[in-house]
């Protein structure tokens, strides 16, 4: 059985652990980054730096250097992570395992975690996590989208709908509704 399925993932060039090479990159860089940030926001890297930190801000986080008193920027990082969790967890056309329902309630937990942890970093740190955040739901949204599936030649496989968007939302409004009728 092992060499037939060695054999299926050299013939398909699609062995399991290159689902997991962007994460050997991805998620050294984001910590580093938020190290960066963070050492930029407490003076580690001169006072000059820290400086502009505090001034460097937009609209409501005029100083990164302190973190979010509103604490617009540690909910909103919160609700786009629960909603990349929500839009994985939609996907399933199968009935999900036990390893799979632990591991989307694993990252809903890490996503409300994020609230309170984001709300005592500096602003400059929850701003990034934001950010990152909105690039991965727009990934999310981009790669669902037919016109630019066909843009890209990516294959059509039997799971992609016409109507991914609309599917996303039924999926969504159908999870919702029956657990509020539950209780």
Not at 93 to 118: E, W
Not at 122 to 138: D, F, H, I, Q, R
């Amino acid at each position: 059985m092992r060499r037939i399925v060695a054999g299926l993932y050299v013939r398909d060039n699609c062995h399991p652990l290159k689902a997991t090479l962007l994460l050997w990159v991805q998620v050294p860089m984001w910590v580093c980054v938020s190290l960066a940030l963070r050492n930029c926001s407490v003076g580690a890297l001169g006072s000059e730096v820290q400086e502009q930190f505090s001034s460097g801000g937009a609209l409501w986080f005029t100083d990164l250097t302190a973190p979010d008193s509103t604490w617009i920027l540690p909910v909103s990082l919160g609700l786009v992570n629960l909603l990349v969790v929500e839009i994985f967890a939609s996907q399933a056309k199968t009935p999900v395992s036990r390893i799979q329902r632990l591991g989307t309630n694993f990252f809903r937990a890490v996503s409300v975690v994020m609230i309170p942890l984001a709300a005592t970093v500096p602003s400059s740190m929850a701003l990034y996590w934001l950010a990152s955040s909105v690039v991965g739901l727009c990934h999310n949204l981009v790669l669902r989208s037919p016109a630019f599936r066909r843009l890209c030649r990516i294959p059509r496989s039997p799971s992609h709908s016409d109507t991914p968007y609309r599917d996303l939302l039924a999926a969504l409004a159908a999870r919702y509704s029956l657990g509020k009728q539950r209780l």
